[in-house]
Each structure stands twice: as C-alpha cells, then as structure tokens.
C-alpha cells in the first residue's frame, strides 16, 4: 500500500478490479522480446494485447532485459502488468483512453537470469523474437566468444538461444528487430551468421539459421513519453492503483514488416483490427516518408519557428503564420520527391499535423533541436536536393530551415535560442560567421554537410539574403511570405 491508500498493481488487484483474469498467465509464451522499455511495451505488447483481446493470438510474451539494468524486475513485481495510456488525437478526436496490459507471460534478465533465459528456447510455441535494444544493440563485440557467458552483444545472446533451439530440434523463429536502422533484419542476420563462423557452431546450423528462421526488415513509429512522472498519482487516482510501469503514448501507431507478407500476416493479424501493420516488399518507401515528412518539417520548426517565439510544437500548430508555413513545406516541397503515391502522402502528411497539435504533449523545439546541423543533413538535404534535381528550384522554405540553422549557430540569435550540439561542430559556425561572407563559407564545408554546398546553384546567395533579412527584421516576416 502507498501513502494514499492505492494497493500496488498486482494480479490480485486487476482480477479484483475485473481488469483481467487468472487464465491471463496461463496463455503460451509466443514471443521471446529484447527490451522491456517504454516504447516495445507501449507499440509490441500493446499491439499484442488487441490480438489476445479478439481471440486472434493466444499467446504471451516473454520479455527480456538485454543489458545489466532495466526494469524487469520492476515489472515482475507486479505480475508482468502494467497499464497503457494513449492521449492524442485521432481522426480529429480527441483519444484518453486507459488499458491494462496482461499479456506480458514472464520478466528476466539475460544477465542475472541467464540459464532461464536460455530456456526460452524450449518452448514449443515461441515463434516470434522481437527487439529494440537501441541503434546501438544491433552490433558485435570483439570480446564475446562460444564461452563468454553471459555475452556482451545482443547478436551473441540472441545466437546462444537460436543454437539451443537447433540443438533441440525446435522449428526457428520470424525474427523482427525494431531497432531504428536501416536493413535492421538484413543486418541482425548477416551479424548472427558472423557469429556463427567464430564461434565454430558448424554450416548444418548455418543452414538452419538461413532456412529454418525468417529476418524481417522494419520500421515503427509511436511517439511514446513515457512514464508520466508528472501527473503519477492523479493517474493513480483515477485507476484506483499504484503502477510504477505504467506507459503514455500517441494513439497512431505504424509497423511497417518486409520479409514474408504471408507469415506475418499469419502470425500476427492485426490488419484484421485495423491496426496499421503494413507488410510490404520494401521498408525503404515508408522510411523515406517518415524521415522526410515527419522528422524533416521537426527539423525546420525547430530552425524558423523558435526564431519566432514559438517554443514547442503544439505552439506551432496554433501560431497563424508557422503552421501553413509548415503545411506548405509538406505539400509542395516534400511530397512531390518522394515516391510513394500521392493520396497516400497526403493523407500520412495530415495524420503527422494532427500528431504535432496533440494538446496532451509539450514538445518543445529545443529538444528536437539538439544536433539540428546532423539532422538537417540527415532529414531535410536530401529533399532540398532532389527538389534542384528534378528542375522545381531551390525550396524557399527549406532554404530558409537552412538559413534559420546557419544564423542560429553562427551566434547571431545572440542566445535567443538555445543551441545544442557538439562543441566542434558549433566552432565551425562561429568561425565561419566571422567571415564577410558567411554563407558561402559554412556552405562549403564539406565535414558539416558531407559536400560543398556552394555546388548548388543560387543556395549561397540565397540562404545570405535570408541571413541578411532575418537580422534585420526578425524571422516571422521571412515565415509569413512563404505561409
């Protein structure tokens, strides 16, 4: 019990409360997941939980903490429940909704817990291995060998497990990684087969591996808070317990799964709930679109708009003049490059405009604009570019997401703006603002943009103008002639 009374989430209390039912835990482990942070239980378990709800799966996820620390044992405490909270709006509504989460089967750790964790792979209905160990995880470490046990590496846990399961002559497992990098099932395989030659486990499990186990190519996106610190026990009060693994995310939510369409559609239904779970042959067409039409246009708020006096993103959606600047990037800069179709751009276009005005978070632009200069490389570029090379010019508005960048690490907001980013990086800047011409100069520094941007005709001038315009008359003007 706490101070104000509430009991702590527990199997007794969600069986009491008609949340769930004992037969919850029974359900088969069909699942063995790496990771047990906020985001895999708030995008993977929930997705998991409509299915078990609609009778479309039957089974239970076995969740393991990757690394030495976590919150396994922190969710095992209550019974491997936990409440998800979705807040946002959805097709222009507004979505609160509050749902207990039961089909979590069991909590380890593959450092403390390691031969039960090796036992996952006797179990005869586990089909399924998914993971979100961050960008990082998805690498090998020089140290581990056949004997390193625990390994240090994700790719060297994960092997331990296949091998025991080819040892037992179990069937293999559709393997779907979520680590935010491209290729991400390409590269878990070919990292795993790497392994598989240094610790001398022989070409019949080679062949198993490759032929018996299916990698899948992924993207998500969720935006997932996280635990909401802030309003805790009004949350608390309003559920009629202590969760201390409760989970706040958006209500959209997109799997996109290349591989074989047929398996998971077979495995994991959820097209059958209308939840977005999109299996098609390449992932490279809805990774461009995420990073260019909802990370780009983050990118240029966070350049323009803070320039404006506008600090977060709901902010931004409200402000007269920055949301159709916005709106116009999208459409008539963004979306003619990318290859996806139309109607199906605009209508992703219009789903991101309602994820920034969600009323429920503040997201400020000074956290998306920490290292602005990389993400603009990354995100915006490549659009600006393509936009020169299909013969529609230079883009005003991302010129000016540039130039907003440019004058802001230059120094010249004179600390109106926070910048953060690396030392080095923002020294570049700096020095090139000395200069009688800054423009060409930080525009032709290829170990900032990867090229010498002074190659594009017109950028330099046009990106000095707006320098030039913005110091003398502030940035909103400059946003409301292209709004």
Same mark, same amino acid.
């Given at each position: 019990?706490?101070?104000?009374?509430?009991?702590?989430?527990?199997?007794?209390?969600?069986?009491?409360?008609?949340?769930?039912?004992?037969?919850?835990?029974?359900?088969?482990?069909?699942?063995? &997941?790496?990771?047990?942070?906020?985001?895999?239980?708030?995008?993977?378990?929930?997705?998991?939980?409509?299915?078990?709800?609609?009778?479309?799966?039957?089974?239970?996820?076995?969740?393991?903490?990757?690394?030495?620390?976590?919150?396994?044992?922190?969710?095992?405490?209550?019974?491997?429940?936990?409440?998800?909270?979705?807040?946002?709006?959805?097709?222009?509504?507004?979505?609160?909704?509050?749902?207990?989460?039961?089909?979590?089967?069991?909590?380890?750790?593959?450092?403390?817990?390691?031969?039960?964790?090796?036992?996952?792979?006797?179990?005869?209905?586990?089909?399924?291995?998914?993971?979100?160990?961050?960008?990082?995880?998805?690498? *090998?470490?020089?140290?581990?060998?056949?004997?390193?046990?625990?390994?240090?590496?994700?790719?060297?846990?994960?092997?331990?497990? *296949?091998?025991?399961?080819?040892?037992?002559?179990?069937?293999?497992?559709?393997?779907?990684?979520?680590?935010?990098?491209?290729?991400?099932?390409?590269?878990?395989?070919?990292? #795993?087969?790497?392994?598989?030659?240094?610790?001398?486990?022989?070409?019949?499990?080679?062949?198993?591996?490759?032929?018996?186990?299916?990698?899948?190519?992924?993207?998500?996106?969720?935006?997932?808070?996280?635990?909401?610190?802030?309003?805790?026990?009004?949350?608390?009060?309003?559920?009629?317990?202590?969760?201390?693994?409760?989970?706040?995310?958006?209500?959209?939510?997109?799997?996109?799964?290349?591989?074989?369409?047929?398996?998971?559609?077979?495995?994991?239904?959820?097209?059958?709930?209308?939840?977005?779970?999109?299996?098609?042959?390449?992932?490279?067409?809805?990774?461009?679109?995420?990073?260019?039409? #909802?990370?780009?246009?983050?990118?240029?708020?966070?350049?323009?708009?803070? *320039?404006?006096?506008?600090?977060?993103?709901?902010?931004?959606?409200?402000?007269?003049?920055?949301?159709?600047?916005?709106?116009?990037?999208?459409?008539?800069?963004?979306?003619?490059?990318?290859?996806?179709?139309?109607?199906?751009?605009?209508?992703?276009?219009?789903?991101?405009?309602?994820?920034?005005?969600?009323?429920?978070?503040?997201?400020? #632009?000074?956290?998306?604009?920490?290292?602005?200069?990389?993400?603009?490389?990354?995100?915006?570029?490549?659009?600006?570019?393509?936009?020169?090379?299909?013969?529609?010019?230079?883009?005003?508005?991302?010129?000016?997401?540039?130039?907003?960048?440019?004058?802001?690490?230059?120094?010249?907001?004179?600390?109106?703006?926070?910048?953060?980013?690396?030392?080095?990086?923002?020294?570049?800047?700096?020095?090139?603002?000395?200069?009688?011409?800054?423009?060409?100069?930080? #525009?032709?520094?290829?170990?900032?943009?990867? &090229?010498?941007?002074?190659?594009?005709?017109?950028?330099?001038?046009?990106?000095?103008?707006?320098?030039?315009?913005?110091?003398?008359?502030?940035?909103?003007?400059?946003?409301?002639?292209?709004?």
């Amino acid at each position: 019990m706490t101070d104000n009374n509430l009991p702590v989430l527990n199997a007794e209390v969600a069986i009491d409360k008609g949340l769930t039912t004992a037969d919850a835990a029974k359900r088969p482990i069909k699942v063995i &997941q790496f990771g047990e942070g906020n985001f895999l239980r708030a995008f993977v378990d929930w997705t998991i939980q409509q299915l078990n709800n609609n009778d479309l799966f039957g089974g239970n996820v076995a969740v393991v903490q990757p690394i030495g620390f976590g919150r396994a044992k922190e969710i095992a405490a209550q019974d491997n429940l936990y409440t998800v909270i979705l807040e946002g709006l959805k097709n222009g509504e507004q979505v609160q909704s509050r749902e207990l989460i039961d089909s979590i089967g069991k909590s380890l750790s593959a450092i403390d817990d390691w031969e039960e964790y090796l036992a996952l792979a006797d179990e005869p209905e586990a089909r399924i291995i998914i993971s979100n160990t961050t960008e990082a995880g998805i690498a *090998l470490d020089d140290s581990d060998t056949a004997e390193t046990v625990p390994p240090k590496s994700y790719p060297a846990k994960l092997i331990h497990l *296949l091998k025991r399961r080819f040892d037992n002559g179990l069937p293999g497992f559709l393997i779907i990684p979520c680590e935010l990098i491209a290729d991400n099932g390409d590269t878990l395989k070919k990292y #795993l087969l790497e392994l598989a030659d240094k610790f001398g486990y022989g070409e019949d499990f080679k062949a198993w591996l490759e032929n018996d186990n299916k990698f899948f190519n992924t993207l998500v996106d969720r935006i997932v808070p996280g635990y909401p610190k802030d309003r805790a026990e009004e949350l608390w009060n309003e559920l009629g317990y202590v969760d201390n693994n409760m989970v706040k995310a958006e209500p959209f939510l997109l799997w996109v799964v290349s591989g074989d369409a047929e398996a998971i559609d077979e495995a994991l239904p959820a097209k059958k709930l209308g939840i977005d779970l999109v299996t098609p042959e390449s992932v490279k067409p809805y990774r461009e679109r995420k990073v260019f039409l #909802l990370n780009c246009p983050h990118t240029t708020l966070a350049s323009v708009a803070r *320039l404006a006096g506008v600090a977060t993103v709901g902010e931004a959606m409200n402000d007269p003049d920055v949301r159709p600047f916005i709106e116009k990037e999208m459409h008539e800069e963004i979306i003619p490059v990318l290859s996806l179709p139309e109607d199906e751009l605009n209508k992703f276009a219009e789903a991101v405009l309602e994820r920034y005005a969600n009323p429920f978070v503040k997201h400020a #632009l000074d956290a998306i604009g920490l290292n602005s200069a990389a993400k603009y490389v990354t995100r915006c570029l490549p659009v600006l570019l393509n936009n020169v090379k299909d013969g529609n010019g230079l883009p005003k508005r991302l010129v000016l997401a540039l130039s907003g960048l440019i004058y802001t690490y230059g120094g010249l907001a004179e600390g109106a703006v926070n910048i953060s980013d690396d030392p080095a990086v923002v020294a570049k800047f700096e020095e090139a603002a000395k200069s009688e011409h800054y423009a060409e100069t930080i #525009l032709a520094d290829a170990s900032v943009w990867g &090229q010498d941007l002074t190659e594009v005709e017109g950028l330099a001038e046009a990106v000095q103008a707006n320098l030039d315009a913005i110091k003398a008359e502030g940035m909103r003007p400059l946003i409301k002639a292209l709004a």
